[in-house]
């Protein structure tokens, strides 16, 4: 059984450019959520997600940011016009209807 | 929201030492998980304990619920338990499944040869 994928592993951005995060959640899973962790800081949860609904972005920035978790395909983590403090690790997690969340490996962004 | 504190924030230890890393949290939860993120950023999952006590290998945990906190106990030290260890809290919710975690800012531990 694979754990939570996410791609790419690294991700380097001119400031302007998007930046798209992808996530498969583990087999059976029908949660997901995205984290990130900034330096020097800890995880902070941004979204919450099941299939083709969002159902808590209470930690997501307001503006560039959304996220999808479609009915067919991994869920995006979608970033336009990145800037230089957009450059974090991005966590997927997924779990089953109510429990454990495993995590992904993360996704690094730099923004250069 | 949810507050989570970790203690202590920083722990050098010898190789074979024990260890106890605490996780205290403001309000009841429904969720209550222990990770280890390790030097190459990975997040491990060590244990999933609402409440009660379970153990794996050298590691064991505790969490007393009423009580609002969690223990993750780490015997017979290795260099390879380096790392940050995470506590993470999810509210009570009562839609329905779980809800995002509330992480502390984790305890930062070194093994020493």
């Known amino acids: 059984n694979a754990g939570v994928m996410q791609n790419p592993r690294h991700l380097v951005r001119r400031r302007g450019q998007e930046a798209r995060l992808r996530c498969s959640p583990m087999?059976?899973?029908?949660?997901v959520y995205w984290y990130r962790q900034l330096p020097e800081e800890g995880l902070k949860f941004m979204v919450y997600l099941q299939k083709e609904n969002i159902i808590d972005e209470s930690g997501m920035p307001k503006e560039r940011f959304s996220a999808e978790f479609p009915k067919e395909g991994p869920s995006i983590l979608r970033i336009q016009q990145v800037v230089r403090g957009d450059s974090a690790a991005y966590f997927c997690?997924?779990?089953?209807?109510?429990?454990?969340?495993?995590f992904g490996p993360g996704t690094r962004l730099t923004v250069t | 929201g949810i507050q989570v504190e970790q203690s202590p924030p920083d722990l050098i230890l010898q190789e074979g030492a024990n260890s106890t890393l605490r996780c205290n949290f403001s309000?009841?939860?429904?969720?209550l998980q222990w990770f280890h993120q390790n030097p190459w950023g990975q997040l491990i999952n060590l244990f999933y304990?609402?409440?009660g006590t379970k153990q794996n290998g050298r590691l064991s945990a505790t969490t007393v619920a009423t009580e609002r906190y969690s223990l993750l106990y780490i015997s017979s030290s290795q260099t390879t338990d380096s790392g940050v260890y995470f506590c993470?809290?999810?509210?009570?919710?009562?839609?329905?499944?779980?809800?995002?975690?509330?992480f502390g800012k984790g305890t930062h531990l070194i093994i020493q040869p």
């Open positions: 997690a997924s779990s089953p209807r109510s429990g454990e969340q495993y």
């Open positions: 304990i609402p409440s």
């Open positions: 993470a809290v999810d509210r009570s919710y009562s839609g329905g499944g779980a809800d995002g975690l509330t």
């Open positions: 309000d009841s939860v429904n969720n």
């Open positions: 087999k059976g899973h029908s949660h």
